[in-house]
């Protein structure tokens, strides 16, 4: 069974400047879930999908971040403008469901902002 | 009240020794607890998970031990080996937030061959 894909794996960029990560969860599953883990720190949660609408964003800056799950499979995070303390590894996770249910994670996108 | 705490941030255990994780949190509404483990450069991935209606939940080395009233859990490693270096993270989560994560801090534990 293949695992959650993410791409890119690393991204540098200057502060100011927009960048989009991908995220193809494993087939099936429901429920899509966008972290921040910045270094040294546990993953916060930004924002939960199931299928393609929004379960909970509360924690994600929607004055420069943006996430989207069309067709409820594939998912994109976005952030325009980028500052200096989103420097920060972006992990994406799915679930078959919402619920006390395993959580498989992707590798993470390890962006720079300078 | 969404915290969770965890103690050591870091653990160096030699081989074949026990490691202990703790966590805490405030928030009785929690009724899920999963630890992760991480490894460099890849994501969080499950190692075992325990619900309150329980004090104690064993898969092969790894084991939680669960304090209800304390509000308090722990990740207990037996006859821990150099494979196991890696992180681990408790989490948290409850129904009526639809089961999202709240993460500890992380602890980063290193084997001694």
């Known amino acids: 069974e293949a695992g959650v894909a993410q791409s890119p794996r690393y991204k540098i960029i200057e502060k100011r400047q927009s960048v989009a990560f991908w995220c193809n969860p494993i087939?099936?599953?429901?429920?899509l879930y966008w972290y921040q883990q910045i270094l040294g720190q546990g993953p916060k949660l930004l924002i939960q999908?199931?299928?393609?609408?929004?379960?909970?964003d509360s924690q994600l800056p929607k004055d420069r971040f943006s996430a989207e799950r069309l067709k409820g499979v594939d998912s994109t995070l976005k952030i325009q403008p980028a500052k200096l303390e989103d420097s920060a590894v972006y992990l994406c996770a799915s679930s078959v469901a919402g619920g006390p249910y395993e959580q498989f994670f992707g590798p993470g996108t390890r962006l720079t902002v300078l | 009240q969404q915290q969770v705490k965890q103690s050591p941030q870091s653990l160096i255990v030699q081989k074949g020794g026990i490691s202990i994780i703790n966590c805490a949190y405030e928030?009785?509404?929690?009724?899920?607890f999963p630890w992760y483990q991480q490894f460099p450069g890849k994501g969080p991935a499950l190692l075992i998970a325990?619900?309150?209606?329980?004090s104690e939940k064993k898969e092969g080395r790894f084991t939680i031990s669960f304090n209800k009233s304390a509000k308090q859990f722990s990740l207990h490693i037996m006859d821990s080996q150099p494979g196991d270096s890696a992180t681990y993270f408790c989490a948290a989560s409850r129904m009526d937030s639809s089961y999202k994560l709240i993460f500890g801090s992380g602890t980063r534990l290193l084997v001694r061959p």
């Open positions: 999908f199931q299928n393609n609408g929004v379960v909970d």
């Open positions: 087939s099936g599953h429901a429920t």
């Open positions: 928030n009785t509404a929690f009724d899920y």
């Open positions: 325990i619900r309150p209606d329980v």
